[in-house]
C-alpha cells in the first residue's frame, strides 16, 4: 500500500468526530437503483447513491459502473464503487469530460464559514485503485460561489488499493448559500479537455475548472478498472479515520434525496392506499417522514403488467407492457400526490377505496415505485 498525503497538519482539536462525514454513502454500501449501470457516458446518470456520473461534450468513453467487493484490505469496507471502461476514449478533444462526482446540500455546509477570512479547511481522504500511476485530480467545485479548487495526487501503483489524503482550504472570497440547493461539488475527473483544465491549488473565480492538465486519461482501454472507496470529506487540516455508520444512518440520509419501494423477485407487496379519481385513475397520497430534501417526483421501473389495482369490483391491471402512466409531483418534501392510470376499461367508483399492489408470481421481476428529490 502507498500512501499520498497532501497539506496535512496538526488535527483541528475542535471538530466533532461524530457525523464528521459531509460525504453521504462515501462507503458505497446504499444502492436503491441497483447495483450495475451499464452503457453511461452519453448523458447524466446517477448510480450508487448519492454518486453521478456527467459529461460534457460528446465523449466517445462508455462505461459501467458497479457495486463492486473489491476493497482495500484490513480497512472494514464492504464495498467499492467500480467503473470499468467498455468503450475506450483514445483522444480526449478540448471540450470533452467525464467525472464521477457528489452534489453536497448548501444548508449543511454552513460551517465552513466560506466568503469570510475564518472560512475553515476541509480533509478529503479516500481509497483509489486506479489502471495508471502518476498524477490524478480531484476537485471542489463551489457551485453557489462560481469558484473551483483542483489537488493533485500521486498514485504509485497502477491497479493497487492506496490511501490519499488532500485539503482545501476554505474560499474567503464565494459564499455557499443557505438553502437545499447545491453547495460544493466534489469531482473525481476521469477524463477531462483543455477548456475544463486549470491550475491546482488555487480557488479560482471560472467554476469550470476541474483538473489540471496532468490528469491522466483513465478511459482509454477497455482493460481499465478504476475502484473508489473510503471517501470521506471533513473539517479540518487533517484526514482522521473513515467513520463506518451503520447502514440504517447511511440509509436515512440517502433516502432524504431518493426512495424505492422495491419488490423481491416472485413476492406480492402492497403499494399504496388510494381512492378513484375518476373511473379509470387511481389518486393516491404519500407522506414523507422524515420529508425528503425538497420537490418530489415519482416514477416506476420494472414490468408494468405486474403491478395490479384492487378495488370493490374486483383487480384490474395497468396494462402487459410499457411504463405505468404516472402524473403529479410535491410541491416540497414532505409529501406527494400522484394519479395512476389503468389500461382499459372504466371499472371505478369516484371516491371509492383502491388497493395498488405488485403480484411478483412465479419468477416475477423485481418491480419499484421510486420517489426523487435529488440535487
Not at 253 to 259: N, V
Request: aromatic share 10%.
Amino acid at each position: 500500500m502507498a500512501i499520498s498525503t497532501i497539506g496535512a497538519s496538526a488535527l483541528d482539536s475542535g471538530v466533532s468526530q461524530l457525523g464528521k462525514n459531509l460525504i453521504q454513502n462515501g462507503s458505497f454500501v446504499v444502492a436503491q437503483r441497483g447495483t450495475s449501470f451499464t452503457g453511461l457516458g452519453t448523458a447524466a446518470a446517477y448510480t450508487l447513491d448519492r454518486w453521478k456520473v456527467d459529461i460534457n461534450g460528446s465523449p466517445q468513453a462508455r462505461v459501467t459502473i458497479t457495486q463492486d467487493t473489491d476493497v482495500p484490505s484490513g480497512q472494514g469496507f464492504a464495498s467499492s464503487l467500480k467503473i470499468d471502461v467498455t468503450t475506450a476514449e483514445s483522444a480526449v478533444a478540448a471540450g470533452e469530460t467525464f467525472h464521477v462526482f457528489q452534489n453536497i446540500e448548501a444548508q449543511n455546509l454552513q460551517l465552513l464559514a466560506y466568503n469570510t477570512a475564518s472560512a475553515k479547511t476541509m480533509a478529503l481522504s479516500f481509497w483509489f485503485k486506479s489502471p495508471k500511476s502518476g498524477t490524478h485530480c480531484v476537485t471542489i467545485d463551489n457551485q453557489d460561489g462560481g469558484s473551483t479548487y483542483i489537488r493533485e495526487f500521486t498514485v504509485a501503483s497502477a491497479d493497487t488499493w492506496e490511501k490519499h489524503s488532500v485539503t482545501f482550504p476554505g474560499d474567503t472570497a464565494a459564499g455557499i448559500n443557505n438553502d437545499n440547493g447545491t453547495g460544493l461539488t466534489l469531482i473525481f475527473p476521469l477524463i477531462n479537455g483543455t477548456t475544463y483544465q486549470g491550475t491546482a491549488n488555487t480557488w479560482t473565480g471560472s467554476g469550470t475548472q476541474w483538473s489540471t492538465s496532468n490528469q491522466q486519461n483513465l478511459l482509454d482501454n477497455t482493460a481499465n478498472n478504476i475502484y473508489i472507496a473510503g471517501v470521506q470529506l471533513e473539517v479540518g487540516s487533517v484526514a482522521t479515520d473513515f467513520e463506518h455508520e451503520n447502514y440504517g444512518t447511511t440509509l436515512a440520509k440517502c433516502q432524504r434525496y431518493f426512495r424505492n419501494t422495491i419488490q423481491q423477485s416472485g413476492v406480492n407487496k402492497h403499494m399504496f392506499h388510494g381512492v378513484a379519481y375518476n373511473t379509470t385513475r387511481v389518486w393516491m397520497h404519500v407522506d414523507f417522514q422524515p420529508p425528503m430534501r425538497g420537490a418530489v417526483t415519482a416514477g416506476y421501473t420494472g414490468t408494468a403488467s405486474q403491478i395490479y389495482i384492487r378495488y370493490a369490483g374486483g383487480t384490474n391491471g395497468i396494462g402487459s407492457t410499457g411504463t405505468p402512466s404516472i402524473q403529479g409531483s410535491g410541491s416540497d418534501g414532505s409529501s406527494i400526490e400522484f394519479l395512476l392510470d389503468i389500461a382499459s376499461g372504466t371499472p371505478f367508483t369516484v371516491g371509492e377505496g383502491i388497493d395498488v399492489v405488485m403480484v411478483g408470481g412465479s419468477g416475477g421481476s423485481a418491480n419499484s415505485f421510486y420517489f426523487d428529490a435529488e440535487l
